[in-house]
């Protein structure tokens, strides 16, 4: 069964810094390219990073640019959203998904083209 689960979520104050952690179980991640989303209440959910474990290629929102860091450690299955100089507009529910990388070339953006996504952890920061 494949799984996605991520954790390391909190309340911080602005300025402060968490790291997120997605732990896969099921399948080599090395064949899918890894994304980090976020969904506020009543927002569609937003990429925020997506990484390729296979060759560590990384995209970042502009949003995020410059505070975040995506890695990924394929002996662990694990990829990680290290989050700094946190603002109270990245408040919200965090979750990876996962996308064969076979599939045509390129990202993904919208999070229903991923095959599969796991439930989320909640970043609260107040400011």
């Known amino acids: 069964e494949v799984q996605l689960q991520a954790s390391g979520g909190g309340w911080v104050q602005a300025g402060g810094s968490l790291r997120l952690s997605c732990a896969a179980s099921?399948?080599?991640?090395?064949?899918?390219?890894i994304g980090w989303f976020r969904q506020a209440p009543g927002k569609e959910p937003e990429v925020v990073s997506l990484?390729?474990?296979?060759?560590?290629?990384?995209y970042y929102a502009d949003s995020v640019k410059g505070r975040f860091t995506i890695s990924s450690d394929n002996a662990k299955k694990t990829v990680y959203l290290q989050m700094v100089s946190l603002k109270p507009e990245d408040t919200a529910s965090y979750f990876c998904?996962?996308?064969?990388?076979?599939?045509?070339?390129?990202?993904?953006?919208?999070?229903?083209?991923?095959?599969?996504w796991g439930p989320g952890t909640q970043v609260t920061v107040s400011s």
């Open positions: 998904a996962a996308v064969d990388r076979r599939k045509d070339g390129g990202w993904y953006f919208n999070i229903y083209e991923y095959d599969f």
């Open positions: 990484i390729v474990p296979g060759d560590s290629t990384t």
């Open positions: 099921g399948f080599i991640v090395e064949d899918y390219k």
